[in-house]
């Protein structure tokens, strides 16, 4: 089993989009079980590859009991938003209410190149959404509007000067 560490706002890894897969073999295999393994730390939903270092697009997700991933994933069906709590492992110790689709499905490949689609609703819908736009080089944090996004701002200011 391997726990990876995770890449932590401020790495520029992060605000990278990555690169579609290509190659299809040994190292996207244990980047997938890398990203399985570190997924399910307790407490965790879901992980792109950019968040242990690698800008190839593939995320892991562990939700409800769904345990899964994805290469090249393609966010292709959202329903009616509604808000809800959502955090980041690369912005540990902050949260904050953010709109999202209330449905999500993604598209994208297996190991082997195979197609695959991944629906759900609620965190699952919030986690496919939230690790797309990871792979796009975005944080959660970067659509908050209004005062959340105000408070959002501050904790990050106040963490990084060491102030809490």
Not at 128 to 147: A, N, S, V, Y
Request: hydrophobic share 40%.
């Amino acid at each position: 089993m391997t726990v990876r560490p995770i890449r932590l706002i401020g790495d520029p890894v992060l605000r990278t989009a990555c690169e579609p897969v290509t190659r299809f073999g040994d190292a996207l295999a244990r980047l997938v079980a890398d990203l399985l393994d570190t997924v399910q730390v307790p407490g965790r939903a879901g992980l792109a590859a950019n968040q242990i270092g690698v800008s190839l697009a593939v995320f892991a997700y562990n939700v409800d009991g769904r345990l899964g991933y994805v290469v090249n994933p393609v966010l292709v069906a959202e329903a009616e938003e509604q808000p809800g709590p959502e955090g980041c492992l690369s912005i540990p110790g902050i949260s904050a209410i953010r709109r999202r689709a209330a449905r999500a499905t993604v598209t994208g490949t297996d190991l082997r190149g195979d197609p695959v689609t991944v629906s759900g609703d609620g965190e699952l819908a919030r986690c496919l959404q939230h690790e797309t736009g990871h792979l796009r080089g975005e944080l959660f944090i970067d659509r908050l509007e209004g005062p959340e996004r105000v408070q959002v701002m501050r904790q990050l200011r106040s963490a990084a000067s060491g102030v809490r």
